[in-house]
């Protein structure tokens, strides 16, 4: 059996759900409470040094982390449907679409990193939101400039089904709705989320159904 | 030709000059001086977006945006020597290893990152070198504990060959010693670094050989 450590708000596991789900692979979770520090245990971190979630443990004991990097051998070890294009030009489309938001929008806005501004900074409720609000903000307006533009958009980030962008898309959009981040810029984003959403490996990978949902 | 949009001092631009270097690839520069803020012209919007660096434009004017991308694409579209392992466990650890840095790490000690903790934040010099280091320190420990303990790192990151992971964890390093922080804790980081550097790719992608460096 597959497990999936992870933590219902995380969207990195998020973003691991929705894949193991469009899939159509059964996987059991092991939560790790990240508001209760359970990801400093002693457990938690001999799975991952890192002391982050998602880690996921195949069914031959191999344990893997990263998300992106999960979804990746996910899509190597079960080829359909797929996660990137066939083409390579549309892979390297697809992965910098992923990374625009794994690499420049959420290590910005993560819990560790909030904690950090409260705590070491001292900087206080607005500032922190305001923080939020301009990563999501600089980095939503260049995806949206991107999917509005460029001709690989179709019903989803990339083409008619659904890729590793729109993985990182939804569990993102969620983090935004959830600091009440103004969307109405990024009307593309929003079409796709909503078509995202629509599909069930999507609607059931959700934070809010997910059995720590508190 | 190839060209690189990019910045001697970027490490997402530095880790495309080493893949490049690598295989064996003629590229010409064309730099984009992030202090002048030139990654906020029109023409570098019209390139990316998201006004950052690197950029590549192949051969057949293909546009690509994020390093990890651009690296993945180049070694689809060159298969020799290959930046991953063949086996689908060795790729995962090998790309993990690379968003460890790439999406923990970098993204929160970007440019754009110090100066809106000035700018925004009021953060003195100490307080954003403390922050530098706190990010470079925990990301490291991390690396650290991962690249001294698991089977797969050899004279490199993964194995005896450079990989994506030596692409990603050299430029960091770099960074790291430009502000001066404490390395002595990461014996593994330190030494697979000085190999790297016996490599011609990596010593000819280093920042301050760059016809731009400063």
Request: glycine residues 6%; hydrophobic residues 40%; contains cysteine.
């Amino acid at each position: 059996m597959i497990t999936l450590y992870g933590y219902f708000r995380s969207s990195a596991a998020y973003r691991v759900r929705i894949a193991l789900n469009l899939k159509g692979l059964a996987y059991e979770q092991a939560p790790v409470n990240l508001v209760k520090g359970e990801q400093r245990s002693e457990d938690n971190l001999a799975r991952n040094p890192q002391g982050l979630v998602p880690v996921l443990v195949t069914d031959d004991s191999t344990q893997l982390t990263q998300s992106l990097a999960i979804c990746e051998y996910l899509d190597e070890h079960h080829p359909e449907p797929p996660l990137l294009p066939a083409d390579a030009e549309g892979r390297a489309r697809v992965r910098s679409l992923a990374q625009l938001i794994a690499c420049e929008i959420h290590p910005l806005n993560n819990l560790k990193v909030l904690k950090y501004l409260v705590r070491e900074l001292k900087v206080d409720d607005d500032a922190k939101l305001a923080w939020y609000r301009h990563w999501i903000a600089e980095g939503f307006s260049a995806l949206e400039a991107r999917l509005a533009n460029e001709p690989g958009t179709g019903t989803f980030c990339h083409g008619d089904t659904p890729t590793l962008a729109d993985i990182c898309l939804v569990p993102q959009v969620f983090n935004a709705e959830r600091f009440e981040c103004d969307l109405s810029a990024y009307p593309t984003l929003q079409r796709i989320t909503k078509r995202c959403r629509e599909l069930e490996a999507f609607a059931r990978a959700a934070p809010g159904e997910q059995p720590d949902a508190g």
